[in-house]
């Protein structure tokens, strides 16, 4: 499978804990991008890295809300002091670079925050 | 900021009914993306629209880029009970980065 991946698929937390997920790209694609998505909402976008640079951020990605591409090839997002508000599925894409940047999606890792 | 109509918000059909769908925006996008959403998975692509005025088909699918950049549509012909699920459009701007979401309309198809 040459998907996009995403580690943990689901996630339960204490409310004030920090958590960490991960994104494994297409292979060869420079592209990454974050979404966050609530119940009965379309994703809304989160960030993008080109290769290691982290070109674009939302104004949701608050001061709890860190995210790393350090090699240009996987990515982690990290919330620290999570807070109940934060649950949502959390969704990661890639796409290659061109006018065609089509972006393909992961299947989401599910946080919920007790 | 950018406001992005899709509808209907749900559909509820018999199989081998056709179905339509589509997005309004207030802004002038690029490109035009239709995805599908099954429950607890990530969206997956249908149909990419980069051209406005152009019209693609993806087996039954249809999806026209407006002409005026702010609109497109999408069409199921024939469906069938594994078209359910969530169908987003999500076009994109200026920007290479992010796209924007519509609401979604959820279709429900019965046999």
């Known amino acids: 499978d040459t998907g996009v991946s995403q580690d943990p698929r689901h996630k339960i937390t204490k409310r004030g804990q920090n958590v960490t997920f991960r994104c494994d790209p297409i292979s060869e694609h420079n592209r990454l991008y974050w979404y966050r998505q609530t119940l009965g909402q379309g994703p809304e976008f989160l960030t993008y890295f080109q290769n290691e640079a982290q070109l674009e951020k939302s104004r949701l990605l608050s001061d709890r809300f860190s995210a790393e591409r350090p090699k240009g090839s996987f990515s982690t997002l990290e919330i620290q002091r999570t807070e109940q508000g934060d649950s949502a599925m959390y969704l990661c894409?890639?796409?290659?670079?061109?006018?065609?940047?089509?972006?393909?999606f992961g299947p989401g890792t599910r946080l919920t925050v007790l | 900021g950018q406001q992005l109509n899709q509808s209907p918000q749900s559909m509820f059909i018999q199989e081998g009914e056709d179905v339509s769908m589509n997005c309004t925006s207030s802004s002038i996008f690029n490109t035009w993306l239709w995805y599908k959403q099954d429950p607890g998975e990530g969206p997956v692509l249908l149909i990419a629209?980069?051209?406005?005025?152009e019209l693609t088909s993806n087996g039954r699918l249809t999806a026209q880029f407006g002409i005026t950049r702010k609109d497109s549509f999408l069409n199921i012909s024939a469906s069938i009970p594994s078209d359910v699920g969530i169908y987003f459009c999500?076009?994109?701007?200026?920007?290479?980065?992010?796209?924007?979401f519509g609401q979604g309309t959820i279709l429900t198809v019965h046999p």
């Open positions: 894409a890639s796409s290659p670079v061109g006018y065609t940047d089509t972006q393909y």
């Open positions: 629209l980069y051209k406005a005025g």
């Open positions: 999500a076009p994109r701007g200026t920007s290479y980065g992010k796209l924007t």
